[in-house]
């Protein structure tokens, strides 16, 4: 692509975009809403409130798309970055039913709201003197949450949660359409990859659930050093693909990590539930029919 092309493309994505230095996204008229969402255990969480902001200017964001199109042709990204939890997977059940159901023959006895609170806010408090949550497999940090969220140090009870949480047991996928939308996007020539704030236990979810084969790389953040707003995490799994950031587009359901980082790394990025709401929505966004 040239470089007076590429500069419209970001200049054009900076304006209609939201992003760090303008998080509304507005620009004058869009509207903002907010939604609370359940938690998951023993495994990294969204946020716990974010903000949705809503497709809004439409008509703007296809003009983008259109402009997109006519720069790189009818598949106008090269690559789709996806979020894990939240986005690709969620939890099959809530966590503090799983936190006290396991825990109540290790003597867990508070109930399923006390355990939520105290989960939620053990997770928002800074990890020491970490600059990151998940380091290697997160073990240190996930006895640190789930003593602080039961009650309970047990080693055994935190090693039962702990692998409970790298099976299929755990999670579901968010989108049962998603394998079918992946293999199109692949033979049309997009890569694929997974960005996601977690612990080393993500690739052994993504074998658990079968879809491991569909990504052509994880970036994951205890392996990269980095966690998400940080563009540093987008820009591996863009260094993993061979492509340059303008030539991939992310898609994840927190505005923070997945949106505005995403767009500092100089990705574009669609937030999940409100600018899309399924693969099949995105495939068709990136000019791939399904």
């Given amino acids: 692509m040239a470089l007076n092309a590429f500069s419209k493309s970001r200049s054009l994505s900076r304006a209609l975009k939201p992003g760090r230095f303008n998080p509304s996204g507005r620009s004058g008229v869009r509207a903002i809403g907010s939604c609370l969402e359940h938690s ?9 409130i974010r903000v949705n902001g809503g497709l809004g200017l439409w008509g703007v964001d296809k003009e983008y798309q259109e402009y997109r ?51 939620r ?28 969220s039961t009650g309970c140090s047990d080693s055994q009870y935190f090693e039962e949660l702990y692998n409970y949480y790298a099976t299929d047991k755990a999670w579901h996928l968010c989108d049962p359409d998603a394998g079918e939308v992946f293999k199109a996007l692949r033979n049309a020539g997009v890569k694929l990859a997974v960005v996601s704030n977690f612990d080393t236990r993500l690739r052994s979810v993504l074998r658990a659930l079968d879809c491991d084969h569909w990504f ?7 392996e990269v050093a980095a966690e998400k707003p ?23 359901d927190d505005r923070r990590n997945d949106i505005w980082g995403a767009r500092d790394a100089g990705c574009d990025a669609w937030l999940w539930g409100s600018d899309v709401s399924s693969f099949k929505e995105v495939a068709q966004r990136i000019g791939v029919k399904i």
């Fill in 40 to 48: 998951t255990a023993a495994a990294p969480v969204p946020e716990a």
């Fill in 69 to 119: 199109k006519s720069v790189y042709g009818d598949v106008n990204y090269r690559a789709l970055l996806v979020d894990a939890v939240g986005t690709l997977v969620v939890p099959s059940q809530p966590m503090a039913q799983i936190y006290r159901q396991i825990g109540e023959k290790y003597g867990v006895n508070y109930s399923e709201n006390e355990i939520l609170n105290r989960y």
């Fill in 121 to 148: 806010r053990a997770y928002e408090q800074p990890w020491g003197k970490s600059r990151l949550r998940y380091v290697d497999d997160g073990r240190p940090f996930w006895q640190h949450i789930v003593s602080s």
């Fill in 216 to 222: 052509d790389a994880v970036a994951v953040s205890a």
């Fill in 230 to 252: 940080n563009p540093t995490i987008f820009l591996k799994a863009c260094d993993f693909l061979g492509v340059n950031p303008e030539d991939a587009v992310h898609v994840g």
